[in-house]
């Protein structure tokens, strides 16, 4: 099982088990109505992903929200920031989201979602583990004082419907495209939601893995190695370009006209480069440390500032919340918005895609030629099992040899960021895998390759 601040995942029928959903779902509630949250009016916003394990997490969780007295507002299967969205617009105490994410099939997990609509903080993630600990410390309420559960239908409508409401977005220009669009959810919960808000935008939409059976039709993290389905559908059917988003909908990736995969930062460097030069705001920007620098000159082209936070949603939305900024991110094709709700938001980075490919159509009438006005980064992601590693000592020993190296900055926010004048290098412990992460970012994808390259065999040298 990982406990992080990214909440709880494990596998199913390993270190899943009822008792230990319900001890996690418990603990929420009493962090909730803790000195942290004074939480008071036990209302909690449900939502899953569309795994096949998700209707026992979800009964469990319904029912030991109910014991504890809690008003259940449940909208079945939906993206993890349509709960998020509906905490905020409900305002409930918070909200729970049954999903692994990009895990495979047999993963499940829970995350917890505060009353400002934020994943909870770190240090409140550590008091809650603490608490599901200790079950024995558990209270329940007396039959007079049980809670319900309250279904909500329209929770993606309402969610769509605060999209295309933004006032700086031109849903003229984005229909008068009809964009023909190709769109794989993998089976996961986003079929319906990015179907009904391509279909609002006067898309011809070509579904692939719609069907929310949770039965994932290929791994379901949307990097390209797992694309190929879709890119064969872009080509196929000629389409202006292919859409993927993962199963809980955080993240959205983009295929070009091509049936090329356009790399999964340019969701969000497309999102900044709409928000700071179509619309002509200004401000802050943050992205986490292992997003790419196409940011960082989109910001500079634009007077903006760019400010990085270490990996995971909460880090980037606290920060984005201290500095008020107008936009952020993750280079993992997660877009936040703050006039929807600071957190990613697969339907937000699509529209904003969308629109900037019609403001722009004058100028570069495909997506691969519109990538071609932005800033040119390759980023290598690479990974290695932590079995057998002392991650702690290695990042150690990468820190005393970089530390006073002419040329080199570093960063030990989160794990070792290594930043020289033409490449750069992240290396961290994953929140979500038994893993460390090696990424490395370059002018060309053969130095990008290399860097990563290096530094994975010298870590694998390493193991035990």
Known sequence: MIRSISGVRGVIGQSWSPAMVANHIIAFTQLLESRHYNQQQKKIVVGRDSRVSGPWFEMIT???LISRGYQVIHIDIASTPTVQYMVEKTKSSGGIVITSSHNPIEWNGLKFIGPDGLFIAPKECEILFEMADKPEEFK?????DLGRVEKCLDANQQ???????????????????RFK?????VNGAGGPIMSYLLTQLNCE??????????????TPEPVPSNLGQLCEMVTKYKADFGI????DVDRCVFIDENGKPLGEEYTLAM???????????????CK??????????ICKKYDSQIICAPVGEIQVAKKMQQVNAVIGGEGNGGVMLPDIHIGRDAPVAATLALQLMANRYSQASTISKLKETLPTYEIVKLKAGIEGLDPDSILAEYTTQYKDKQGVVINQDDGLKIDSQDWWVHLRKSNTEHIIRVIAEAKSVKEATDIATKFIQEIESKRK
């Open 62 to 64: 319904n029912g030991s």
């Open 140 to 144: 329940f309420c007396g039959y007079e």
């Open 159 to 177: 969610h769509v419907g605060a999209i295309l409401s933004l006032p700086f977005l031109d849903l003229a220009k984005i229909k008068e495209r």
């Open 181 to 185: 669009v190709c769109l794989d959810s």
């Open 205 to 218: 939409v070509i579904g692939i893995n719609l069907e929310t059976t949770g039965l994932f039709a290929h």
């Open 244 to 247: 993927a988003v993962d199963p």
């Open 271 to 285: 999102a900044v480069e709409l928000v700071l030069g179509d619309c002509g705001r200004r401000g802050n920007v």
């Open 288 to 297: 986490n440390l292992s997003s790419s620098r196409a940011i960082d000159d």
